[in-house]
């Protein structure tokens, strides 16, 4: 696969399509992927990869990048074309700058899941029909696709691309995810158990603000955590309290933007589900408002600005059945 | 003499849209409705003024409770304000019974200008619910202090 | 004593008598109106009054047919069989004012006895 | 830091009966910034004013907290007062100190505490606020009439009279309204078609006066000064420039079983039709659903009579856009449908009819010609019982809670003329109270009584039953004797209550005027602003706005129209600089403000920026239109980046007040 994207990528630079390339490079270690622009067919070679570990949302990239001058070429998993086309929604990136290269994804890995399950020295890796095959410095170990997944690729919502200008491999379909069996599970608790289960999730935080910066719905030009004159910036914690309104805000600024991309669990350096928190917000918008997935089009109208005479009024909360 | 355990009075901040409810609010006045002086209203132009931020801020201020009230339904001043405002509350309501905070804390009654009445019983019921749920201690708590 | 009776007559009944505007649309509806020596909206007004023990000793209680009719037609939701109802309750009540004891029960048990007979022995049955 | 002055009023004992106004005014003059701080017996008096004013110089102040009544009383007072003194009037706010404390709490240490609280809110916000300045939008000098009943005509006359435009939208084919269903008026038999179709014909020479008949209001959009109004002419499918309403058509029509509205369904009418002789415009129309040609294609004889060539049945509903500057309501009424009041018989005997169709029955005009026959036999009634308070004043929840108001009066006339014209007539009335407070009005139910020998009954009808020799049995009470009457009547007329109109309603929703839970409009105070609704530029004329008899509609009509005319004078009207206003440093251009905007007041420019490393971007960032602008502040939730805020609540202000209410513990 990456043969094929660095020749075609290539090809696309040397007919003057594109300028420039947006994909991805390893950094320290093999597993540590960071997004990268390339503007030669040299630096592809050098530098581009594409592997097991490229988990990667590029579309958050192009805010910036599709404003400068010149085409850029990005290559976009299906679940990342559910971000480009909510920022194409919103205006944030400038289409006729982009091209797009769709590539399949069966689910990418992660480095410090893969060292969790005792994986130790990585130096490489590959995908071998149902397994990922390691190179590590203790030999080859091979590893099931379904233990290697993390949660977001375990319940693959879509293999589908929104959108695209040219297509490698097969496209796919969107899925019967079982996104929501954990919220389910959550709401099914009694508020004491849920509000324990939080309590020892959002305890864990450090306020480094790494799901908010790879949040492809998180792209304000000034966060209001950021601005003094919002009246709730904060840098650091100043009171326990902070860090409950910042994710709750938070969660709250991307409801109905959110397209369930998962980055910002995969970031955390702490490994709180955050994306559960959004997962709530999609779940209750689908049961209130009919069923809305931020990033399937460009045109609808989000959830909440949009409204109807009869929506539900705020007391369901307390009136919907079960522990809820 | 022993101590006496101070009765707990909870802090309650209610929202009111300019048009209806802080209309409403005055009528109760008006007609000498009581409902318990832990109510402070702040006055918004709309419903749909009300930002979750401001919410939360006042939890994190220490507020027991926060009430949020507009006009019906279809009866905006500004048309549609209210529907936002709707959503806007259902859906945050709902994510903090999902943390596990107490839903009955947070409220959204719609009282038009000549529910007088509405607005104070509205008022009483909820300092009542509130006072029963005892100081707000979760949505701080959810993180742990140390 | 009035006071008292007035008061559990608006208890037992559940009726706000202050509610009545005198429209008098319960006696032009009642069929026993010209059996009656008060009349339904008399009711209203002699129990807003407190004149308890007037209609407790007047016939017209057992003349009203409980037929609801004045339930049915009143515009202002007032009840006036209610009250009727609940000044027959307050005299059946009263009779004797030697309900049973709970002492007194134990001896008077027996297999065949339903159990509602003992609570509504408690209520009216002198012995 | 801003320099606050704090005024605590006493309102007499309004506030310092409940509220230590000295300990509030004492402690006030702790908090930061302040540095005046006073309390007055009245501080909306002119002398409490001018010390204000006398405050703000000699203090120097940029702000001003007044401790009072609610700002919806008394806000503007202030705010003029201190802009006389130099200061910008937006630096004021208000501290609810009457209406939310004093007024609801009676011990006085609870009332002072929360007194003193809300002060510290009002002067957290004041810190906030920035001097403002109100902007300009012009006036449209156009005024809409909704309703074409008698409200409606008077308005529209008197705003046309002072020489500004107006249109008047009316559903039926023809204006005039209720009123011309009437046979007399009150108090003074004037014959209501008498006085009524002048005017009528008025509206229609009137040069200022447009009328759209047959029409509907279909959108409105915009704000006071400039409505934008789309107006469905329905189908009548006669062309009206025309029809000259000589009547041939509706002669000559063979669909002749259709219920003629006009007479309660009395009579019948033709599927063409002019609804009546003084119609305005006298055009004829086709009613869909009964002509044969529209029905299924078979007849066209009206096309074929028609000298004018005026029948189109091809005619399509027509959409007109208007612009105004202002709007009137007038709706009206109708009588509420009888179904909850079966004991009355309405449903089981034809002899049991509701007072409007009594007016028909004594119509000149109506279906009998004026003589009053039953309408099961056309036989004379000699024993009339008339019933009041059918469905008024009901609580129980199958008629209104409130009264009619017009009922009293018109059954007196009833009555009346009855046995003027049939003194062989047995005349009954049954009331609860009568109520008769106009001028003249009671004098005019006592002639009923004293010289027209009408037997007036206090008590209720309980039940009529129609009995098989078309007799009606009433049974009644008679309070006062203390008995049980039974009447037998010939015929029993029910004072039905009467109900705003059903297309008030959604009516309602489009203008955003507010109503109460009866249906009737909110006019903008009860007492001091009885004719505006809340919503600025739109007016409140007759029924709508609650039950009204002609003199009372009629006077009300002309309070509306002074007011639209006061609207309509204006060149320019300055508008709320209270609008939100958006921040092109932090805004993302997602186009989430302008979703929400019910205005449409937030347009998108590209913007060059430039960026850290010196290099420029364009980026698209929102803008607000303040004279479109309503200030709702829906757009300032809907930004995530907190670029968009409102002016004179923006999010710092807002929770600066939060922060304010829960800082004691």
């Known amino acids: ?324 | ?146 | 004593m009035s006071d008292r009776l007035k008061e559990q007559v608006l208890r037992t009944s559940g009726v706000n008598v202050l509610k009545c505007m005198r429209c008098g649309k319960c006696s032009a509806t009642c069929p026993s109106y010209d059996e009656m020596e008060y009349h339904p909206h008399q009711f209203v007004y002699m129990v807003e009054k407190g004149e308890i023990e007037k209609l407790m000793a007047s016939p017209s209680i057992y003349k009203c047919l409980s037929c609801f009719a004045c339930i049915e037609r009143c515009p202002r939701d007032v009840e006036p069989a209610k009250l009727v109802e609940a000044i027959r309750l307050m005299v059946i009540r009263q009779q004797g004012q030697n309900h049973l004891k709970p002492g007194q029960i134990p001896e008077m048990l027996d297999e065949e006895l339903p159990q509602q007979a003992i609570v509504t022995a408690f209520r009216k049955y002198a012995k | ?665």
């Not at chain 1, 690729?153 to 796919?172: A, I």
């Not at chain 4, 007849?299 to 005619?315: F, M, N, P, R, S």
């Open chain 1, 1 to 324: 696969m990456q043969g094929m994207m660095i020749a075609r990528a290539g090809e696309l630079l040397e007919n003057g399509t594109v300028t420039r390339v947006l994909g991805w490079q390893t950094g320290e270690f093999v597993y540590d992927i960071t997004p990268a622009v390339f503007e030669s067919a040299e630096e592809l070679e050098k530098g581009f990869v594409y592997n097991s570990f490229c988990g990667n949302n590029l579309s958050k990239y192009l805010i910036q990048a599709s404003r400068k001058e010149g085409k850029i070429l990005v290559f976009l998993k299906p679940c990342d074309t559910y971000s480009f086309n909510q920022l194409i929604k919103e205006h944030r990136i400038v289409r006729e700058n982009v091209y797009i290269i769709g590539i399949p994804c069966d689910g990418k890995t992660d480095g410090e899941f893969l060292k969790a399950k005792g994986v130790k020295g990585i130096l490489g890796i590959r995908e071998e029909g149902d397994n990922f095959v390691v190179d590590t410095l203790y030999g080859e170990k091979t590893i099931a696709r379904e233990d290697a997944l993390p949660e977001r690729c375990r319940n693959c919502k879509s293999k589908k691309h929104m959108v695209y200008d040219e297509l490698m491999g097969e496209e796919g379909e969107v899925l019967d995810s079982h996104r929501f069996d954990m919220v389910e599970k959550l709401e099914a608790m009694t508020p004491d158990e849920r509000f324990a289960f939080w309590r020892s999730q959002l305890s864990r935080c450090i306020r480094c603000n790494a799901c908010r910066n790879v949040c492809p719905a998180c792209s304000c030009e000034k966060c209001v955590f950021d601005n003094p004159q919002s009246g709730i910036a904060q840098k650091a914690a100043a009171d326990s309290f902070e860090e409950n309104m910042f994710h709750i805000i938070r969660a709250f600024h991307v409801a109905g933007r959110c397209t369930d991309c998962g980055e910002c669990s995969r970031v955390c350096p702490q490994n709180i589900p955050l994306h559960l928190l959004n997962r709530k917000f999609i779940k209750d918008i689908d049961t209130f408002y009919g069923e809305y997935q931020a990033g399937e089009d460009t045109e609808s109208r989000a959830p909440l600005t949009n409204y109807t005479q009869e929506d539900v009024e705020p007391s369901i909360v307390y009136t919907r059945g079960g522990n809820n």
């Open chain 4, 1 to 665: 830091m801003q320099r606050i002055g704090v005024f605590v009023c006493w309102c007499g004992s309004n506030i310092a009966g409940t509220v230590d106004v000295k300990a509030v005014s004492e402690a006030l003059s702790h908090e930061p910034g302040v540095v005046y701080s006073i309390n007055y017996q009245y501080m909306c008096s002119e002398a409490g004013q001018n010390l204000v004013k006398d405050a703000i110089r000699d203090y120097n102040l940029t702000g001003v907290v007044i401790c009072s009544c609610s700002p919806r009383m008394h806000e503007n007072t202030f705010r003029k007062a201190a802009a006389s003194a130099g200061l910008n009037p937006y630096m004021v706010e208000i501290a609810n100190i009457r209406e939310q404390c004093s007024w609801i709490h009676k011990d006085m240490p609870t009332a002072t505490e929360k007194a003193i609280i809300l002060g510290r809110a009002a002067i957290a916000k004041v810190h906030l606020n920035a001097p403002l300045m109100a902007g300009e939008s012009p006036v449209i000098k156009r005024a809409l009439v909704i309703g074409g009943g008698i409200a409606g005509i008077q308005t529209a006359l008197d705003i046309a009279d002072a020489g500004f435009e107006v249109d008047i939208v009316e559903k039926e084919p023809t204006i005039g309204g209720k009123m011309t269903q009437l046979d007399k008026t009150f108090p003074t038999l004037d014959c209501a078609a008498c006085i009524l179709t002048p005017k009528m014909v008025d509206c229609a020479q009137h040069e200022k006066i447009n009328i759209f008949s047959f029409s509907e209001v279909e959108k409105v959009k915009g704000f006071v000064g400039n409505f934008h109004v789309t107006i469905k002419k329905k189908a009548r499918f006669v062309d009206e420039t025309k029809c000259t309403g000589c009547g041939e058509c509706t002669a000559k029509c063979p669909v002749k079983g259709v219920p003629n509205e006009f007479n309660l369904g009395m009579d019948n009418r033709r599927a063409i039709y002019i609804p009546f002789a003084q119609a305005v415009p006298k055009v004829a129309t086709i009613d869909p659903n009964y002509c044969n040609m529209l029905k299924n294609g078979k007849c066209g004889l009206c096309a074929k009579v028609c000298g004018a060539g005026a029948i189109d049945y091809k005619q399509q509903d027509q959409f007109v856009e208007r612009e105004y500057g202002a709007i009137v309501v007038a709706t009206g009424f109708n009588p509420i449908k009888l179904d909850q009041f079966d004991e009355f018989g309405y449903s089981q005997s034809k002899d049991v009819i509701t007072s409007l169709e009594f007016e028909r029955l004594t119509n000149a005009a109506g279906p009998t010609s004026g003589t009053l026959l039953r309408p099961s036999d056309g036989k004379h009634p000699h024993t009339i019982v008339f019933v009041q308070c059918v469905g008024s004043r009901d609580t129980s929840g199958c008629g209104k809670t409130y009264c009619s108001r017009i009922c009293c009066m018109y059954t007196a006339k009833h009555a009346m003329l009855t046995r003027e014209k049939y003194p062989d007539t047995d005349v009954y009335v049954f009331y609860i109270d009568v109520r008769s407070p106009g001028k003249n009005y009671d004098e005019f139910y006592r002639r009923a009584v004293e010289q027209y020998g009408v037997h007036y009954i206090k008590g209720m009808v309980g039940k009529v039953a129609p009995r098989a020799d078309g007799k009606l049995m009433v049974q009644a009470s008679d309070l006062i004797a203390g008995e049980q009457l039974h009447i037998e009547a010939d015929l029993v007329v029910l004072a039905t209550a009467i109900e705003p109109d059903k297309t008030a309603r959604p009516l309602a929703t489009m203008l955003t005027a507010s109503m109460d839970t009866n249906d009737f409009f909110t006019e903008a105070h009860a007492k001091l602003r009885p004719v505006e609704s809340p919503t600025a530029g739109i007016f409140l004329s007759g029924a709508c706005q609650g039950p009204k008899d002609i003199p009372d509609t009629v006077s009300q009509a002309g309070a509306a129209a002074a007011k639209v005319i006061g609207l309509l004078a204006k060149d320019k009207l300055t508008t709320n600089p209270c609008v939100a206003e958006s921040n092109e440093l932090m805004c993302n251009g997602c186009s989430s403000c302008e979703k929400v905007c019910p205005y449409g007041a937030i347009t998108y420019l590209d913007k060059e920026f430039r960026m850290p490393d010196r290099t420029t971007m364009v980026r698209r960032v929102a803008s607000v239109n303040p004279a479109v602008c309503q200030g709702c502040g829906a757009c300032t939730v809907a930004c995530p980046s907190g670029a968009m805020d409102l002016k004179g609540f923006s999010n710092s202000q807002i929770m600066a007040e939060v922060d304010a209410i829960c800082q004691m513990k």
């Open chain 2, 1 to 146: 003499m022993p101590n006496e355990v101070k009765a707990f009075k909870p802090k309650i901040v209610a929202f009111c849209c300019n048009w209806c409810s802080y209309a409403g609010a005055d009528l109760a006045g008006t007609n000498r409705l009581n409902y318990p002086a832990d109510v402070k209203i702040i006055r918004v132009p709309c419903s749909c003024r009300v930002n979750p931020m401001f919410i939360l801020r006042a939890f994190q201020r220490g507020a027991d409770g926060v009430i949020l009230c507009g006009c019906h339904p279809g009866d905006c001043h500004y048309t549609t304000g209210n529907y936002y405002a709707r959503r806007r509350m259902t859906l945050l309501f709902s994510m903090l019974d999902y943390l596990g905070i107490e839903k009955e804390r947070t409220r959204v009654e719609w009282v038009s200008a000549a529910e007088g009445a509405k607005f104070a019983a509205t008022m009483n019921d909820f300092v009542e619910t509130v006072t029963r749920l005892g100081e707000n201690k979760r949505l701080e708590d959810l993180r742990c202090k140390e």
